[in-house]
Nanobody, 120 residues
């Protein structure tokens, strides 16, 4: 079982930058595919980016392509989301998720989320 804790959110002006962190406690972090999601008020949760267990493949939703960078450091049990050129529409609670499928079962864990607010 993993426990995930996000940090790094805050209030920033349009065009600014933030770096989110998600640190995991628990075994075998490098087995998990990791995801960043966000949920804005009144909207459904949206996948922002995800990366493979060893970080070799990372995918982004089109809205953040070229502005956000997801990375992971398995030696630190952590994933990061570097967010640049922030826009008001990036305002949301950002959460990380860990997922692994083993022996026909899916194991999924979520963090509590961190608020990102972008003011115009």
């Amino acid at each position: 079982q993993l426990q995930l804790v996000e940090s790094g959110g805050g209030l920033v002006q349009t065009g600014g930058s933030l770096r989110l962190s998600c640190v995991a406690s628990g075994p075998d972090f490098s087995k998990y595919r990791m995801y960043w999601y966000r949920q804005a008020p009144g909207r459904e949760r949206e996948l922002v980016a995800d990366t493979s267990p060893l970080g070799g493949y990372t995918n982004y939703v089109e809205a953040v392509q070229g502005r956000f960078t997801m990375s992971r450091d398995n030696s630190q049990n952590a994933v990061y989301l570097e967010m640049n050129d922030l826009k008001s529409e990036d305002t949301a609670v950002y959460s990380c998720k860990a997922l692994v499928r083993e022996v026909g079962r899916k194991f999924e864990y979520w963090g509590q989320g961190t608020q990102v607010s972008v003011s115009s």
